[in-house]
């Protein structure tokens, strides 16, 4: 079975300049099939589900369920990363933890759930259902992924816990090879206790032979010139693969746009450094590939509109339906409450937000991901 838009490897694209695809981050297959498989034999109704999702075309009223979410389980954070949201927010939070009854509730009525995604805004260890909510979407045979700033990893064996969980992909943030570049762009970061934790994570990974790690570094102003280093720092930080995002996101505000285009450098990069890069990692035994998000669908296209419309969707950690993760706040655009998202997943405003897509009355918001949407 193909592993169709897991939030991963679902495209190769490439920043101006390149005159091919760059090399980008893959699923575990077996992994990917294995659970997809066990999924829709447990669950015949999700396998009904996917087959609708599949047949279908975008339309402003679609005849399945979302078949992935990103869900939110905490909006806090102990970082205020320079190019994070979170950073703007009073004591880094945007609101109230969900609780472990939310989410099983929303996990029992999105029967038709193959992925989830378990982070948004915060840093998810800091939830203290965190792990139980990883161990109740495996048990449905459902594909888990989360991120983390790995800065709680070595508190009450997280580290041992979240390998325990069954996690399918966890992306570890390493924004710098330096405690000086790391700890100014991740602020209130401890760069030599991240290092530390990050290696007794990935050990315990493979001694457990559960090796779901990837370094995930975000590329701006501040590290650019690093890069060289982090296929190095990624090796000796144990991990076996290693993903250079290339752009920055703004998050649908016109303040974080500005900040943030100013600290991407996706423009600098040329087919002769990635590479490099992909070589120098070669060397190390860390698989490096790279992740452009940048305005990568097409209006007027019915092939190429974005697909989390009709597809997908954010829930914020107080419940609520986000068009998206580039947006991830409900502040900004809310599309009804999650907790009745059979619902609204169909009601008046997500129709009205897909019949934006499909007539190309985009809200600004979205434009930023189109290439003939421009503000």
């Known amino acids: 079975m193909s592993a169709p838009d897991t939030g991963i490897g679902t495209f190769a694209s490439s920043p101006p300049g390149m005159n091919r695809p760059l090399p980008f981050p893959k699923v575990d297959q077996e992994l990917w099939d294995r659970t997809l498989k066990a999924g ?29 979410l990103d869900i939110e389980n905490v909006s806090r954070c102990n970082f205020h990363c320079q190019m994070c ?48 909510m990883i161990e109740y979407a ?69 001694v457990q032979g559960r090796m779901r790690t990837r370094m995930w570094t975000v590329v701006q102003r501040d590290n650019a010139h690093q890069l060289e280093e982090f296929p190095k720092l990624a090796a000796e930080l144990g991990f076996e693969r290693c993903t250079l995002s290339l752009d920055l996101n703004d998050w649908g505000q016109a303040a974080w746009k500005k900040t943030n285009d100013a600290n991407e450098i996706s423009d ?42 009709f597809s997908r969707g954010y829930v914020s950690a107080d419940m609520r339906l986000v068009p998206c993760c580039m947006i991830a706040n409900p502040e900004v655009i809310d599309l009804g409450d999650a907790a009745d998202l059979n619902a609204v997943w169909n009601g008046p405003k997500m129709q009205g937000f897909r019949k934006a897509h499909l007539t190309g009355k985009l809200p600004n918001v979205c434009k930023v991901c189109y290439y003939n949407g421009a503000h």
């Not at 703007?88 to 509730?105: C, L, V």
């Not at 929303?106 to 982070?119: A, N, R, Y």
């Not at 508190?155 to 790391?182: M, P, W």
């Open 40 to 68: 829709f034999e447990t669950y015949p109704a999700r396998h009904a589900n996917y087959l609708k999702f599949q047949a279908s075309k975008p339309a402003a009223l679609v005849e399945h369920l979302p078949v992935r």
């Open 85 to 132: 949201q979170v950073s703007d927010w009073p004591g880094f939070k945007r609101s109230r933890d969900m609780t472990m009854e939310e989410y099983r509730a929303l996990l029992d009525q999105q029967t038709g759930l193959i992925e989830v995604k378990l982070q948004g805004m915060g840093e998810p260890l800091l939830g203290k259902c965190y792990f139980d």
């Open 138 to 206: 495996r048990a449905r045979h459902i594909w888990v992924r989360s991120t983390t700033n790995s800065s709680v990893l070595h508190h009450n064996d997280n580290y041992k816990r979240i390998i325990d969980a069954d996690i399918c992909e966890l992306q570890v943030s390493v924004d710098g090879t330096t405690a000086e570049v790391f700890e100014k762009i991740r602020r209130g970061s401890k760069f030599d206790q991240v290092c530390r934790n990050i290696q007794q994570l990935n050990a315990y990974a493979r």
């Open 268 to 309: 600098k990069m040329n087919l002769e450094r990635a590479e490099r890069l992909i070589a120098l990692g070669r060397e190390r035994g860390v698989e490096l590939t790279f992740w452009y998000m940048d305005k990568k669908y097409e209006l007027g296209n019915m092939n190429n509109l974005c697909p989390w419309p």
